[in-house]
């Protein structure tokens, strides 16, 4: 995720959701910011980690690294789910009917591509898994969209998706 759209989440949550305002506590001292509790949320999600992975790196709890994941997806579905979680109209389905007619798919909605990405920053021990004929680890991203309106993505497991079995 770039800076700009991670901020640009931080401040929405920050100014309309109570839970990411940063308030004193009991003793007077300020509480998480909400830029750790978004952190921890979107590092969870991302990693797939558990909440007590977050508590060295944000100082902040398992229990509260939970309640953080939990407010983030309530306040993104909340703050940004009518333009980016929603189904598609029927103008959307007609452009993608009509963008798939002019490659020459007529009926066609989207199409699904896969995409080797090189992994610059791969845990060592696991190259073998992730190295395909360029020498190089990569990760694949399975995805479905024309104008990056992602209805479905999926990063494979190392081996399941390959030149074989994932087109290019």
Known sequence: MNKELFLRIVDRLSNEIPYFQQRRNAA????????????????????????????EYLRLGASTALLCLE????GII????DEYLRRPTPQDLQQLLD???S??????????????????????AWKGQYTRGSGKPTIVLEAASYDLWIWHAFFGSPGTLNDINCWR
């Open 71 to 74: 407010n983030f997806t309530e």
């Open 28 to 55: 007077g001292r300020f509480g998480l910011s909400s830029l750790q509790k978004c952190t921890a949320a979107i590092r969870m999600m991302a990693y797939g980690t558990a909440a007590d992975a977050v508590d």
């Open 99 to 101: 963008i798939g007619e």
């Open 103 to 124: 490659r020459g798919f007529p009926g066609m909605i989207g199409s699904i591509d896969c995409m080797h990405w090189e992994w610059k920053n791969f845990p060592t």
């Open 78 to 81: 909340n703050l940004f789910g």
